[in-house]
């Protein structure tokens, strides 16, 4: 996966250099504001491929998956503005130096949320189907899953904890609030039930709506 993330950011970051030589001119050989025509689709694809990209490889929420949220915001209904693809490509650059030097996100855990998406999408899948026991194995899989690499994240080692103290320690460490740990704990009610088999504690409306 790191293989595939480092390559994808190099061929990004050529096709980006291609674009910005690319851009239109005006008549006094500045960057004209705006790409219209036929260069649309190959700047816009360019775009949504780097802007997801950087979501990858730096989280949902990162100052770099922010920054290029906020840039690609600026549309414009006759074109690509021209400023966009030349911040976007900026940012990708600066990502790209940031991967490389091991100060985004740890590979284990763009592997883990690729893997919790297909979990996701497995148990989504299941509970439309209102087969609750599926279902709920697979979204307790996540949540476990999910709070012990929050725990190892936060420099503190989740063995031994069961899911209740776990989530109490990740409360004094700061890393949860009071309120999303107790909606957390209404979710672990339905793992252990999971867990212990007994399918008839659950409805399908605990594992989701």
């Known amino acids: 996966m790191k293989k595939i993330i480092q390559a994808r950011f190099e061929e990004l970051v050529k096709r980006g250099e291609e674009l910005i030589r690319q851009l239109p001119r005006d008549d006094n050989g500045g960057i004209w504001w705006c790409i219209t025509g036929d260069d649309i689709p190959k700047n816009q694809a360019w775009l949504e491929s780097a802007s997801n990209l950087i979501r990858i490889a730096s989280g949902q929420d990162s100052h770099f998956n922010t920054e290029c949220e906020k840039i690609s915001y600026d549309k ?98 700061g890393v949860l609030k009071p309120v999303k740990a107790k909606r957390i704990k209404g979710f672990a009610g339905v793992r252990n039930h999971a867990l212990h088999a007994e399918w008839d504690q659950i409805d399908i409306r605990d594992v989701g709506e």
């Open 76 to 173: 414009t209904k006759k074109g690509v503005p021209s400023d966009v693809v030349q911040k976007v490509f900026a940012l990708l650059l600066s990502a790209k130096e940031e991967w490389e030097h091991g100060l985004l996100r740890e590979i284990e855990y763009v592997i883990a949320a690729a893997t919790f998406d297909d979990f996701l999408d497995h148990a989504e899948f299941y509970h439309k189907g209102n087969r609750k026991i599926e279902a709920s194995v697979l979204a307790s899989a996540v949540l476990e899953d999910t709070l012990k690499k929050i725990a190892r994240k936060n420099s503190f080692d989740p063995r031994g904890l069961s899911l209740e103290p776990l989530i109490d320690d990740l409360v004094k460490r």
